[in-house]
Nanobody
Framework: FQLQASGGGLVQAGGSLTLSCAAS????????IGWFRQAPGNEREAFVY????????DCVDSVKGRFAISRDNAKNTVYLRMNDLKVDDTGLYFC????????????????RGQGTQVTVSS
């Protein structure tokens, strides 16, 4: 089972990026798959967006109206379209299966990729 994230880069504030999460060895469509962000100097893996097996999505308030998640079952890939990027969006983005944590928050599961760096400059 492998997840590979790509599409990160350096972009100015207000710009856009599309991240891709490609899976091998299992079908993404059978799981809730999410994007998480690890900010610079912070060990916390913050939930950003998810899409579950039914296609229902959920996201953190700070990205509502700016980010969108989608899934291409034929390509076994989940995408995160990020518009109007802000400096605070900077971090290492990785995709993972999604579990519910002890605080009833979304946390990464055991299927996770290595991440792709997104840097937003002011």
């Amino acid at each position: 089972f492998q997840l590979q994230a790509s599409g990160g880069g350096l972009v100015q504030a207000g710009g856009s990026l599309t991240l891709s999460c490609a899976a091998s060895g299992f079908s993404l469509a059978r799981y809730a798959i999410g994007w998480f962000r690890q900010a610079p100097g912070n060990e916390r893996e913050a939930f950003v967006y998810l899409i579950n097996s039914s296609g229902t999505t959920d996201c953190v308030d700070s990205v509502k109206g700016r980010f969108a998640i989608s899934r291409d079952n034929a390509k076994n890939t989940v995408y995160l379209r990020m518009n109007d990027l802000k400096v605070d969006d900077t971090g290492l983005y990785f995709c993972a299966s999604v579990n519910i944590g002890v605080d009833l928050d979304y946390v990464p599961g055991d299927r996770r990729g290595q991440g792709t760096q997104v840097t937003v400059s002011s």
